[in-house]
Every structure is written in C-alpha cells, then in structure tokens.
C-alpha cells in the first residue's frame, strides 16, 4: 500500500467510504468487451462491405483478419484493464472451419472457439445476432420486411442466436446477453409507419418463442433514433423497443447512449428504467453529432452513467457492455482506453458518499449539495484507481500503452 494510497484511503473514510471495500467489490463486477473493435465490425461469415446502417472510418494498420488474430488482440486487451471481464460475439463471428452455413443455419459448435477463450479466462460470454451486412438485408428491412421469406430468414436467425446464447450460459456458468438490433427503416419519409412496426413486434415475438432458460439468456431489445440510410425512419424506435420490452416477460431493454437524440442522455433513463424493470442493459459508447461509436472516455455523462447505476444499488442488475469501433487509431489503445475509462467511472461512483448526498438533497439542502458536489471533483481519486490496478495487476497510469507500442511492432506491424 502506497503512501499516497494510505492517504488517499482516510480522506475518502472520513466521507464514509471505505476504499478497500470498493476495489475488492468492483473487481467482481463484469464488464462485457465487445469483439467487433478489432476488426471494424466485419466478422468471419462475408467478404463483402460493413452495411447496414453502420459505419466505420480509418484503415489503421494492424486490423485483425483471422479468429486467431482477434482472440490474441482482445487477450492484449483484457491484459491492459483491470476488473472482471466478459466477450461481447456478434453472430457474423462464427468460425466456421471450411463447413460454412448461412445466418439461418448457425449452430453453437460455430462458435466453440468463442467459448474455449472465455473458458481460458474464466468468463461469461454475451451475444448478438447480426440483421445487417448481408444479401437479405440488402432492401433495408429485415425482422419487419413485407417479404416474408425476408423475415423468416431473418427470425430463424434470431432463433439460432437464442440457442446459441444458452450454450454459452451453459457453459460456462454465466447468463448470456443476447440483444437484438436491427438497422430497419427508410431513408425518406415512409407511407405506412405502423405496418412495419406490427411486422417487426411479430417477428421478435416469434424469435422469443423459442424455448429458453431465463435464467441463462437474458435477451434484450435495442433502440435507435435513426441510421446511415434510413434517416427518416427506424422500426425500432424507442418507444417501441420499451413498450416491447415492458411488456413481453423475460426481455430487457438495452439502452446505446448513441441511440437517441443529441440533448437525451442515458444516465437520465437509467433510474427511470430501474424503477419498473428487475433488469436492464446498456452499450457504452460515445456518440459525437450521431451515434458515432467514439471510443469512451472518462467524460461528464460516462460519469453520470456509473454513478446512476451505483447510486442506485443496482450494479447487480444492469448488463454493462461496451460498443465503439474506431479505425483510425490503433484498436488495441482504442479498446483499452474505453474499458478502463468505464472501469474509473464505476470506481468513482463507488467512491461517492451517494447517501450524504442523497439525504441533502431529501432535507432541501441544496446548496450544500451543490458545494459538496463540487468538492468531490477535486478529491484525490487517482490514487485509488492506481491502487485499484496494482491489486489487478495492471499499470495504472499511461505506461500501459508502451505495451500497445511493442505488440503494435511485434504484432499488429506484420499483418498485410
């Protein structure tokens, strides 16, 4: 224990914190790193372009190409940021083995790889099936298409996912995340807004109706305001994904902070979720102008974030999942900087004395709420979140990207 530590530990005792007690308690709590940082969203199931409402800029070096190359970059990543950890898969990462099979058709041994990793690290997996990036949705709609075979296509994909998402659970003893998103919607202003959204509930109902463990498969439905291409229309729109999930038993709401408009921020929602749902999810990102997926920084509504699902003691019921894909910067510094700045955040809204404040505020003191707000910005937190990666066995301060720098000319360097 460091000098500064120890001094840094009584300042916080004397607001009531306990400081050991927060390190031993966030280093049980898993944060879901997301597989689609190290290759741009692309996978293993198409050699064609990312589409479908997403996008990625840059072409940095070093991009992973294979299953290997991508395991072994997220291992780096895991290595760099402190805290417990799941993997993130995104139904396009199957891995195949030269037996191909079509979205439909996928099969938990297609992604066995994914489970021998998480095994290896003794973590959860969480899962997504993929409505874009593909010839069926190349019209735009997938779940709420008029075309049937379209949507049946697409619904037996959602039914594998769910199968797959047991597996997962079954094996390795954690519950498995499954969200589904789709990029559906219209470019210009629709003729009929409601006949795709009847679609869309119907199709996910049929998703939902096959048999799972809710016990093991958590499966979530995720919101958007708009996307590349169908800017004037999204299917699933807040409302619906909420009124869906409130009232369909077992399915949670997701939240993307990049997903609703530029004044709306998630940390506002959180409680008003946590009020009427046992459970709920989010994907941590950082949108600028649209839902942009920057990579996360320590920033005001990251802070808000943690310190809504802190403060509400409910770090035991929200599924905290990260989503960002940027191509321009090095990707393993890219997925290590967003990880560990959710990882501060979360360490600083446990280092808050949430129920002081709480009572200020209850017994109309606000301007001591204000001044105490204030003078908790100043407290010396980063010598807890050192001692937090020490205990971790990680570097707490920017050393670690010097790490970055050697596998980038060891590793990333000699990949074509």
Known sequence: MTKRYQDAKEIYAKLGIDTDAVI?????????????????????????????????????????????????????????????????????????????????????????????????????????????????????????????????????????????????????????????????????????????????????????????????????????????????????????????????????????????HPTEVVSDKIPALLAFFPEIALHITRPIRWDSDHVVLFDDETREMAKEIVRNDALDRVYMALDYFDASINRIAAWSVGLRSWQKALLMAMCTPNAMLKALQDEGKLTELLVMQEEMKTLPFGDIWAEYCERCGVKGDASWYDEVVAYEKDVLSKRA
Request: hydrophobic residues 35%; charged residues 25%; proline residues 7%.
């Open 24 to 260: 031993e308690k966030l280093k049980t709590i898993p944060v879901s790193l997301h597989c689609w940082q190290g290759d741009d969203v692309i996978g293993f199931d198409h050699d064609g372009p990312l589409t479908g409402g997403i996008q990625t800029t840059g072409n940095y070096p070093g991009k992973a190409r294979t299953p290997e190359e991508l395991m072994a970059d997220m291992e780096k990543v895991m290595s760099l940021c402190p805290g417990m950890k799941k993997i993130n898969v995104h139904a396009c990462y199957a891995i195949f083995n030269g037996e191909f099979v079509d979205r439909d058709k996928l099969e938990p041994k297609h992604f066995a790889p994914w489970v021998e990793l998480a095994k290896k690290h003794g973590m959860g997996l969480d899962f997504n099936p993929t409505f874009f990036s593909h010839p069926m949705a190349d019209s735009g709609l997938t779940l709420s298409s008029p075309d049937e075979n379209v949507r049946k296509f697409w619904i037996e994909h959602g039914k594998a996912c769910i199968r797959i998402s047991e597996y997962f659970a079954k094996e390795t003893g954690v519950p498995c995340v499954m969200n589904i998103w789709t990029g559906d919607g219209f470019k210009d202003i629709p003729a009929d807004r409601m006949g795709p959204r009847v679609r869309y509930k119907e199709s996910i109902e049929e998703i939902l109706a096959e048999p799972f463990d809710k016990n093991l498969v958590k499966p979530c439905v995720e919101s958007k305001v708009f996307g590349i291409g169908v800017e004037a229309y999204t299917t699933g729109s807040a409302e619906f994904s909420l009124t869906f999930a409130a009232t369909h038993d077992g399915c949670l709401p997701l939240m993307d902070n990049g997903h609703y």
